[in-house]
């Protein structure tokens, strides 16, 4: 019964002692492959890669500053009337809230009511507006200074 065991555990003792190789530590990988090094060729192509990528970033940003313009809701209870710039970071708004109009000053990190009108003031829409209240045209301009 003793030499049946002692068959047994070294039968399957034999195979685990082929596997382990005294040649390299435990852990260690069994081959270390080298890495060829990179031509030309690969840094041009991350070169496009990183180029396409920075693309359609300034793409999409070209694309969200135009659209922005056209978000703006109507008929709500708080609109912008008139945008005026005054300088570089500067500008006057007016805006309406209900019946209330506002002539706000908008400054990087301030915001000051310059005005609160008595009286709205009609303003041009987009659907038209009296001629009192429309822009003139440049031509207009142009003929009234030139004196015609």
């Known amino acids: 019964m003793m030499s049946r065991v002692l068959i047994l555990t070294a039968s399957l003792l034999v195979p ?4 382990a190789d005294e040649s390299r530590p435990f852990a260690a990988p069994a081959t270390v492959q080298s890495v060829a090094p990179s031509g030309i060729g690969s840094l041009g192509q991350v ?3 990183l180029g396409i ?3 359609v970033i300034f793409g999409a940003a070209w694309v969200l500053r135009r659209v922005r313009g056209f978000s703006k809701a109507t008929g709500g209870t708080l609109d912008v ?3 005026l710039p005054l300088g570089q970071k500067e500008r006057a708004v007016l805006i309406r809230c209900g019946k209330t109009q506002l002539l706000l000053g908008v400054a990087p990190g301030r915001i000051s009511t310059l005005h609160i009108l008595a009286e709205p003031i009609e303003t041009v829409s987009a659907g038209g507006g009296t ?3 429309a822009k003139p045209s440049f031509h207009a301009l142009l003929m009234r200074s030139l004196g015609k």
């Open 16 to 19: 685990l002692a082929a596997l």
């Open 47 to 49: 070169t496009l890669s």
């Open 53 to 55: 990528v920075l693309a």
């Open 81 to 83: 009337l008139a945008d």
């Open 131 to 133: 001629p009192e209240t």
